[in-house]
């Protein structure tokens, strides 16, 4: 079982609508949790990451963290179709270490 | 702003030759770290640089080698290469004193023939 899992979809939703992206990880008294869009044979680019239980929001992208739980969530208000990527969720155990990675979960955007 | 550069971004290579990839980080960024992605993969870490001293290590075969130097880039070094090598390697950066976010450089494409 991989540390940091996703579903892998696609996860289609209609352009406008809020798109919720979930992961869930093991817990090791994680540290930082990570979002990067991946667009096809390019690199991961860092949307944002949390570190503290709760919401965290910057634009059109709100990242949610509950310990607890271990998920970490990204939703993405006002999808558009540009939105339309590879959404890796990543984990960060010790600060200033490797990130370990989701299988990332692909988001299409429908106009 | 200036971001993590990394060269060459397609390489073509036969089995058992010896590749190079070279790293440059975001200006004064201290910390430099070497992922793999496999075809339809999640990246995977290999090693990772603070301060020119290893600082971890990855699923990276003996084969690789890797250095940061006194500039703060780095080079992944990749010996008898094998067809399972083909992948994208990404260079990353981070101010680890700072904050832990990790940026990523354009990847190089490794190809082996």
């Known amino acids: 079982q991989k540390e940091v899992e996703q579903n892998s979809g696609p996860l289609s939703v209609p352009e406008g609508a809020i798109a919720s992206l979930n992961c869930t990880y093991s817990?090791?008294?994680?540290?930082?949790f990570f979002w990067y869009r991946q667009y096809s044979g390019k690199s991961p680019e860092l949307i944002m990451f949390?570190?503290?239980?709760g919401d965290k929001e910057d634009g059109r992208f709100t990242a949610q963290l509950n310990k607890a739980s271990q998920y970490v969530s990204l939703l993405i208000r006002d999808s558009q179709p540009s939105d339309s990527a590879t959404y890796l969720c990543?984990?960060?155990?010790?600060?200033?270490?490797?990130?370990?990675f989701g299988a990332g979960t692909i988001l299409r955007v429908k106009s | 702003a200036a971001g993590v550069i990394q060269s060459p971004r397609h390489l073509i290579k036969e089995k058992r030759e010896t590749a190079t990839l070279k790293c440059y980080p975001i200006p004064r960024h201290d910390t430099v770290y070497w992922y793999q992605q496999g075809p339809g993969q999640d990246p995977q870490f290999l090693i990772s640089?603070?301060?020119?001293?290893?600082?971890d290590k990855g699923s990276i075969p003996d084969r690789f080698s890797a250095q940061q130097f006194s500039d703060y880039h780095s080079e992944l070094n990749m010996s008898s290469l094998e067809l399972g090598d083909s992948a994208l390697y990404f260079c990353a950066s981070s101010l680890e004193a700072v904050s832990p976010e990790q940026y990523f450089g354009p990847g190089t494409r490794l190809t082996v023939t």
């Open positions: 640089f603070y301060e020119k001293m290893q600082s």
């Open positions: 949390i570190y503290s239980n």
């Open positions: 817990d090791r008294g994680s540290q930082s």
């Open positions: 990543a984990v960060n155990w010790e600060y200033g270490n490797k990130l370990v």
